[in-house]
């Protein structure tokens, strides 16, 4: 190459990165424009804290950054955060129980999988092993080392079917179902229907189900409200799942109160992870991500310790986060977590890079659909996204594909707004349409 040829490349490449500065530049003004028009300077958003940021991975350029480095509580967006750590450490299948095996009879210890005679799922391989060694079988107590909630949950919620309680050994979901059988009240699992105590008629469905808070007790209660079904958590403990383990099974089941640190484990699989991944992420499922955490934590630790599973990940898949966040349950759950936006940024394009976008697209909700649902209608797979909600919160983290092709990972996290959260949903809707359908 003469010297003629090396100053008209070197003209080229400065043209180059001078129109794709310009480009970059107009679209930083323009998205500047439209959030301080449909967000920032929303009376609605007057008093509320904001974050929002737009990354393009191929450029590793952010269209736009307001506040991407502050803190806010991401709500059900702590999912991404546990989504990407579970695709990370369980591998392709749960690991539903670990066995031991000695002269054809079995020791068995649960893992914290919470798909165990889960109704969402049709086949239940761990049940069929205990089915097919059911009179050489033990179950040892599991390592288990956390609290039934989480750290700044909101006690009074004991009762709602979001809150199920965390164990080692989940059974049913850890939940009682409630439903209408004619004039009779259908209980499941079976084993609690001598718990219920009715004070209230349930003839024309004017009742709810409610739960003493500090026993298993429920009761009927009138209501001006039609009844429609219910699922009330219980008060876990390992004991309690033997024995509804054994009421399933028609068959009594030794269990030894002690735990192994460590031995040869072997173990056998339940269900396929990512079908259980995708439940959490479309219906933001808070029982399966915190049980994903004791899981992980089984895997790395050999304990199901939610606390010192974080601190590890911290340290490890996560140690490149911009900012380091207060990281406290799996769900999103507590308002103790605080992330940022650009911390999401980065987990999503983690996930893409790292798991393909088949894997990712399989797993993440799509416009319109969960809990997006009733939102961006006419995106046509051109948004898929991660909610969060909670009193005064809403977030949306995700992946969208503009108009002209341009492959973008946004997060946008709303604190202390005081609007319906439906309105807040709106306006965010409202600017990432724009993102999409203007770029």
Not at 91 to 111: A, I, R
Not at 235 to 250: A, G, N, V, Y
Not at 383 to 410: C, D, M, P, Q, R
Not at 415 to 437: D, K, P, Y
Request: glycine residues 6%.
């Amino acid at each position: 190459m003469n010297f003629i040829q090396k100053k008209l490349l070197h003209q080229i490449y400065f043209v180059g990165t001078i129109i794709i500065f310009c480009a970059s530049c107009s679209i930083e003004k323009k998205l500047k424009t439209q959030a301080k028009q449909i967000i920032l300077g929303n009376s609605q958003l007057a008093n509320a804290h904001v974050g929002i940021s737009i990354y393009e991975p191929v450029t590793k350029k952010y269209w736009y950054n307001y506040q991407g480095e502050k803190f806010f509580i991401p709500a059900s967006n702590t999912k991404i955060f546990t989504c990407y750590a579970a695709m990370k450490n369980l591998g392709d299948s749960l690991v539903g129980l670990k066995y031991m095996e000695e002269d054809s009879n079995y020791v068995v210890q649960f893992c914290g999988d919470p798909t165990f005679l889960h109704p969402d799922f049709e086949q239940h391989p761990a049940m069929d092993f205990l089915k097919n060694h059911i009179n050489h079988i033990s179950v040892i107590k599991s390592n288990f080392s956390s609290n039934r909630w989480g750290r700044g949950w909101a006690w009074d919620d004991y009762n709602a079917d979001y809150m199920a309680e965390r164990s080692a050994a989940p059974i049913f979901g850890n939940v009682v179902g409630f439903a209408k059988n004619g004039n009779q009240l259908r209980v499941t699992p079976k084993y609690f229907k001598d718990s219920v105590t009715i004070f209230s008629s349930m003839q024309n469905n004017n009742f709810y189900v409610d739960r003493n808070y500090t026993s298993n007790n429920f009761s009927i209660q009138k209501s001006n409200k039609k009844f429609t079904g219910d699922d009330i958590p219980y008060i876990t403990s390992e004991p309690l799942t033997i024995t509804l383990l054994e009421d399933s099974l028609h068959q009594p089941i030794a269990y030894i109160d002690a735990t192994i640190e460590k031995t040869n484990w072997k173990k056998y699989y339940s269900q396929p992870t990512d079908s259980m991944l995708k439940i959490m992420m479309h219906r933001s499922d808070n029982f399966y991500a915190e049980q994903s955490l004791l899981m992980i934590g089984n895997e790395k630790l050999g304990k199901m310790d939610d606390g010192k599973t974080i601190d590890t990940l911290l340290k490890t898949d996560f140690k490149l986060l911009p900012q380091k966040p207060k990281w406290v349950d799996g769900s999103g759950l507590s308002r103790y977590n605080l992330m940022t936006p650009q911390d999401f940024v980065w987990v999503l394009n983690q996930i893409k890079t790292e798991f393909g976008w088949q894997r990712t697209s399989t797993i993440f909700q799509e416009a319109n659909s969960g809990t997006l649902g009733g939102y961006y209608k006419n995106i046509n797979g051109k948004l898929f996204a991660k909610t969060g909600t909670l009193s005064n919160v809403v977030t949306l983290s995700g992946y969208i594909t503009t108009a002209k092709g341009k492959e973008i990972i946004f997060s946008v996290l709303v604190n202390q707004h005081q609007s319906s959260a439906s309105e807040i949903r709106r306006i965010v809707e409202q600017f990432l349409v724009g993102v999409i359908e203007k770029n």
